[in-house]
């Protein structure tokens, strides 16, 4: 008799469920679009019990890359799509369409015990083309400068090269690493370091330049009056339907753009 009833009971749940139709979404790409994706996500599930999103990294590039090859729902970007991305998308018949999720600035870090409060983007480029090697070339102390950057298919570093290098090579000794926390780790540890990260991922732990004699905020970064900001942006191919742009439109909402304020970046609204 109880193996009749568990059998009835197994055949029940099979023929009712025992769960909502689960609808998945998919995102990859940037690292620095990383922490909102995955606070948003965690969130808008809490509210969808049938929706599975799940979130990886991989940088920018990654992100658009994915949504051209169809392997992601949505690809999150540091930076704008590229020329050759878009018209890649269109040789494709894919409809590469943007949106912004939030606002941010590239904040330039050193280390605590370095005595530079403020750089020019003039001399950020010296700096990181070589020109300059030693900090007492800004009026710092007799320290080598020891140049921390992004890896190439990061969206921050391609930000970075076009607002700040223009078209001038960053040094070859550059110390390329694959993420904002990584940066924020080594910058820290290592003295006459300099490296630049998202406004998200400040910690009191290293200093902050100003540059072009702006402090970076949320203020200065929305009114475009801080030199180096951004948008930061979801990509998806066409317009989104069902489970991909009820989260979207989550994350845009007032709740959603709540959550992004708490990662440290700027509202859109």
């Known amino acids: 008799m109880k193996k009749i009833m568990i059998l009835l009971i197994v055949s029940l749940m099979g023929i009712f469920g025992c769960g909502k139709n689960v609808e ?12 909102i994706a995955q606070s948003t996500a965690e969130a808008f599930m809490g509210e969808n019990d049938n929706a ?25 970007a540091s930076r704008l799509a590229k020329d050759k991305e878009i018209k890649k998308a269109k040789e494709a018949n894919i409809d590469l369409v943007q949106h912004i999720v939030a606002f941010d600035g590239i904040a330039v870090i050193t280390d605590r015990g370095n005595s530079v409060a403020e750089i ?66 080594s910058v820290k540890s290592t003295e ?12 009191p732990e290293v200093n902050v330049l100003n540059v072009d004699g702006v402090k970076i905020s949320k203020e200065a970064i929305k009114s475009g009056e801080y030199a180096i900001s951004r948008s930061l942006q979801m990509y998806t191919n066409g317009q989104p339907e069902g489970m991909a742009k009820k989260y979207l439109d989550f994350v845009k909402s007032a709740k959603g753009q709540k959550i992004v304020a708490k990662q440290g970046f700027v509202e859109i609204n």
């Open 52 to 76: 599975d999103v799940s979130v990886r990294g991989g940088g920018s590039s990654v992100g658009i890359v994915s949504v051209l090859e169809g392997t992601v729902d949505i690809g999150n």
């Open 24 to 35: 998945k979404v998919t995102i990859a790409g940037s690292t620095t679009v990383l922490p």
């Open 192 to 203: 006459g370091a300099i490296g630049y990260i998202g406004y998200g991922y400040i910690i």
């Open 120 to 185: 020019s983007l003039d001399d950020l480029r010296k700096i990181y083309s070589g020109e300059y090697t030693n900090w007492k070339q800004l009026g710092g102390s007799d320290q080598t400068i020891v140049v921390i950057s992004r890896d190439a298919s990061s969206g921050t570093f391609e930000t970075f090269e076009k607002r700040v290098m223009h078209e001038e090579e960053i040094i070859a000794s550059a110390l390329n690493l694959g993420s904002n926390n990584a940066v924020v780790t």
